[in-house]
């Protein structure tokens, strides 16, 4: 070695070591260890805050054990508008997700009570709606009213999936008119939106529950607040379009911790499901 020359630094780091142990809070900074917030239902442990929840982990949080049979789940979205490169892109989070869409469809229970969930998924194109998510939403329905049953979906989106253009936004329609059936068949609908919650799925079904609930601090609305403030040109109030702003202004009828959700949606289809 040359006297010039540097020695490089000693790599002390096991080859074998994971490097997912941890994981930093957004809200207060705290590091985390995984299991820890894996065994809080992905809530951290200092300050609360809820990250994203998978569907599966969602379900069986919410489900009584062993209760939760999925429905349609070899539903597949299409390429409509001949859209570049989507089916490449379809297949890639199949593959990485191990989900079909971005919604997972199911018949449950709660504390005894039955009911159909539906539990939109944000890993799986950032829990857009296409066709797939609003039919299978439609049959969940169609379902609850079969076996009279009570109807939970679980919003967590960024709204309508461009990639199927018009076949998209016809799942507004589609989904609320199903909802509309199971009111007058006098079921229960009750909705839960969770970060985020925005665009076509705000407009539509999420909003529409007989009872809304919402995890604490998430995101609620249409367009994000960068747009609306571009578009308005104003300044927006403190909170706007957190679950809190949507309380004071009547959108949403609580807020629920994760740790209380199972309980009050079990209260709820008690009280409101026909004798």
Not at 15 to 41: A, F, R, S, V
Not at 242 to 260: N, P, Q, W, Y
């Amino acid at each position: 070695m040359g006297i010039f020359e540097r020695p490089r630094l000693r790599n002390n780091k096991r080859k074998d070591m994971p490097n997912d142990l941890w994981t930093k809070c957004p809200e207060c900074g705290n590091m985390i260890h995984t299991l820890d917030l894996k065994q809080n239902d992905q809530v951290c442990t200092h300050c609360e805050h809820h990250f994203l929840l998978g569907s599966r982990e969602r379900i069986a949080m919410i489900a009584d054990a062993n209760s939760f049979e999925e429905t349609n789940a070899g539903l597949f979205s299409k390429n409509p508008l001949g859209f570049d490169k989507y089916e490449s892109k379809i297949e890639m989070l199949r593959a990485k997700t191990e989900l079909n869409d971005a919604v997972v469809t199911g018949r449950i229970t709660v504390e005894g009570s039955p009911a159909m969930i539906a539990v939109m998924d944000f890993k799986f194109f950032a829990g857009s709606m296409g066709s797939v998510v609003g039919e299978k939403i439609t049959r969940a329905v169609e379902t609850a009213i079969a076996e009279k049953r009570g109807m939970i979906i679980v919003s967590a989106s960024s709204g309508a999936r461009m990639q199927e253009g018009m076949l998209s936004l016809m799942q507004m329609a589609k989904t609320c008119g199903a909802l509309a059936k199971l009111s007058d068949a006098g079921l229960p609908y009750i909705s839960l939106l969770t970060h985020p919650t925005t665009g076509g799925v705000t407009a539509s079904f999420a909003t529409v529950g007989d009872i809304n609930l919402a995890e604490p601090k998430c995101m609620i609305g249409f367009a994000g607040p960068r747009v609306v403030k571009e578009t308005t040109h104003q300044d927006l109030p403190p909170g706007f379009q957190t679950a809190e702003f949507m309380l004071e202004h009547g959108l949403v009828d609580s807020i629920v911790k994760r740790k209380d959700l199972r309980k009050k949606i079990a209260q709820l289809l008690r009280y409101m499901l026909p004798a």
